[in-house]
């Protein structure tokens, strides 16, 4: 099933992991002490805070981080030399490992909930399914996964298929496939997408 931005906004609102049990009309309660958020949500909504109101905000928010450009984009285009023969062997040993299974579509992954941990532990074990996080970007955002307590996208990419596929990588497919996932990296606002400083 793929969820529309908004599904996923109001399930993730909803979800006890997240919420930590906190009723939606007490978050909702919560928000709206602030005046501020008061002003600035009557002024695009034209009422009060309510749940659809910010279930719209997330969504649209979440539409804004489109990143396009990256080198993989510009390969996909047909660009053959916008990736080096190092990524272009890091994305066949992605395919070939079976990462695209959960990795997909046009955010290379973000559309959906697995369990973690299937060979191997990966993280902490709680919460046992997560959302397949989408990989645009993902060389500017360490540390990684739901803990993190994978600092570096090497690590990431060790434990990854160690847990999640049973595969003991070689040196030199790690650097391979972090060859690949640095091609993910897009652009915003006109500019290359840089981890915070």
Same mark, same amino acid.
């Given at each position: 099933?793929?969820?529309?931005?908004?599904?996923?906004?109001?399930?993730?609102?909803?979800?006890?992991?997240?919420?930590?049990?906190? &009723?939606?009309?007490?978050?909702?309660?919560?928000?709206?002490?602030?005046?501020?958020? #008061?002003?600035?949500?009557?002024?695009?909504?034209?009422?009060?805070?309510?749940?659809?109101?910010?279930?719209?905000?997330?969504?649209?928010?979440?539409?804004?981080?489109?990143?396009?450009?990256?080198?993989?984009?510009?390969?996909?285009?047909?660009?053959?030399?916008?990736?080096?023969?190092?990524?272009?062997?890091?994305?066949?040993?992605?395919?070939?490992?079976?990462?695209?299974?959960?990795?997909?579509?046009?955010?290379?992954?973000?559309?959906?909930?697995?369990?973690?941990?299937?060979?191997?532990?990966?993280?902490? &074990?709680? &919460?046992?399914?997560? #959302?397949?996080?989408?990989?645009?970007?993902?060389?500017?955002?360490?540390?990684?996964?739901?803990?993190?307590?994978?600092?570096?996208?090497?690590?990431?990419?060790?434990?990854?298929?160690?847990?999640?596929?049973?595969?003991?990588?070689? &040196?030199?497919?790690?650097?391979?496939?972090?060859?690949?996932?640095?091609?993910?990296?897009?652009?915003?606002?006109?500019?290359?997408?840089?981890?915070?400083?």
């Amino acid at each position: 099933m793929e969820w529309t931005l908004e599904q996923q906004a109001l399930a993730t609102i909803k979800s006890p992991m997240v919420s930590q049990g906190v &009723p939606l009309q007490t978050m909702i309660d919560r928000l709206a002490q602030d005046s501020r958020l #008061r002003r600035e949500f009557a002024a695009i909504y034209d009422r009060s805070i309510d749940i659809d109101g910010v279930v719209d905000a997330i969504a649209y928010y979440e539409r804004s981080l489109v990143t396009p450009g990256s080198r993989f984009d510009l390969w996909l285009a047909g660009n053959n030399s916008a990736m080096n023969e190092q990524a272009l062997r890091g994305y066949k040993r992605f395919k070939q490992l079976g990462c695209v299974s959960c990795h997909q579509g046009q955010n290379v992954g973000g559309n959906l909930l697995q369990k973690h941990g299937i060979f191997r532990p990966l993280a902490t &074990p709680e &919460p046992r399914i997560l #959302r397949v996080p989408s990989l645009r970007n993902v060389a500017t955002t360490a540390p990684y996964f739901h803990d993190g307590s994978a600092r570096t996208l090497d690590q990431a990419v060790k434990k990854m298929a160690a847990s999640q596929l049973n595969v003991d990588l070689k &040196p030199q497919e790690v650097v391979d496939l972090v060859a690949f996932l640095n091609t993910l990296t897009g652009n915003y606002a006109g500019q290359k997408v840089r981890a915070p400083e």
